[in-house]
Nanobody, 125 residues
Framework: QVQLVESGGGLVQAGGSLRLSCAAS????????MGWFRQAPGKEREFVAA????????YYSDSVKGRFTISRDNANNTVYLQMNSLKPEDTAVYYC??????????????????WGQGTQVTVSS
């Protein structure tokens, strides 16, 4: 079992920044690919970013590429999502997720076994 707890959401004006954190506990954190997903009201959950088990390759959706940065601190079992140049369309509940993909990654949410409770991000225009 892996337990995930997100924090750092809130209300921010367009153009502003937020940093989300996801604290993990349970099994060996460094074994897992970590992903961030989001779900806006009335929309399906969508992939935002992922980072594989090493401090290495990162992957982003086209909608956030160049504005968001995913990173991880395996020593402290935490993954981060730095969000800059926020837009109103970034408003959503953001979820952290973990998958044991042995160094690989996927944007498919069905592949991620463990999920946090979500944190609300609201960007005002």
């Amino acid at each position: 079992q892996v337990q995930l707890v997100e924090s750092g959401g809130g209300l921010v004006q367009a153009g502003g920044s937020l940093r989300l954190s996801c604290a993990a506990s349970g099994r060996t954190f460094s074994d897992y690919t970590m992903g961030w997903f989001r779900q806006a009201p009335g929309k399906e959950r969508e992939f935002v970013a992922a980072i594989t088990w090493s401090v290495g390759p990162t992957y982003y959706s086209d909608s956030v590429k160049g504005r968001f940065t995913i990173s991880r601190d395996n020593a402290n079992n935490t993954v981060y999502l730095q969000m800059n140049s926020l837009k109103p369309e970034d408003t959503a509940v953001y979820y952290c997720a973990a998958a044991r993909l042995y160094g690989s990654w996927t944007p498919r949410d069905s592949a991620y076994r463990y999920w946090g409770q979500g944190t609300q991000v609201t960007v005002s225009s």
